[in-house]
């Protein structure tokens, strides 16, 4: 009799933590690459010196409050930063800037959705979220501080390693994609051409944990 009350109380406390786990937050720290192409109005000098702005490191972090047992709502936010040092020509000039240094980071925050099977009592979980927001990017060097923002979407879909039921580990993959179709160089408003527009689109790859209150 008494071991039936000891494990009716273990499962009464499980079931009463996963009741409780509300909240899950979800932070990693990975790799991305830019994928969208490069303006049409540069010229092949130009295009190598901004390969080296095409990777970077990438920060993630989603909070949701769970709705029901596969869904939840709540907000997202990343960053990517790359910087690149190296020869860079100017447009339409026969000058060459030595050790020019370029840094770039680009932003994004907006609310979303997680649908995943956190609350299955298994160790291997998936998950899936989505978030529309504001992607923001900001370009310096010596010279010019280029500024602008837009509608953006950022995705995630990962595999986590259930180390307890509030605490898991594993991989994902994402991407954040947006386009500014205007931006402001040293504070004046600049509208490129069609074929000009900065493409902010990445694709990462990080290392994620999840923490469940």
């Known amino acids: ?78 960053l990517y930063t790359a910087s690149h040092t190296g020869d860079f020509k100017v447009a339409n000039e026969n000058i060459i800037l030595n050790d020019f240094k370029t840094d770039d980071r680009i932003s994004f925050v907006g609310p979303g959705f997680i649908y995943s099977n956190f609350e299955e009592d298994v160790k291997h979980k998936l998950y899936y979220d989505m978030a529309v927001g504001v992607l923001s990017y900001v370009s310096k060097n010596q010279f010019v501080e280029t500024k602008g923002s837009n509608l953006g979407l950022a ?43 900065e493409g902010l689109h990445r694709v990462a790859a990080s290392l994620g944990a999840t923490f469940r209150f």
């Open 1 to 78: 009799m008494k071991k039936k009350l000891l494990i009716l109380s273990v499962l009464a406390g499980t079931a009463m933590t996963f009741a409780q786990q509300k909240i899950t937050i979800i932070p990693s720290v990975g790799y991305a690459w830019r994928v969208a192409k490069t303006a049409d109005n540069m010229d092949a000098s130009q295009k190598e010196y901004v390969k080296g702005l095409k990777s970077g490191f990438n920060f993630d972090i989603g909070a949701y409050y769970r709705v029901n047992t596969l869904t939840g709502l709540g907000i997202k936010y990343n």
């Open 155 to 197: 995705a995630t879909i990962g595999y986590m390693y259930g180390i307890s039921p509030a605490v898991m580990i594993g991989p994902q993959f994402s991407y954040t994609g947006g386009v500014l179709k205007k931006y402001k160089i040293n504070g004046t408003e600049y509208k490129p051409n069609k074929g000009e527009y």
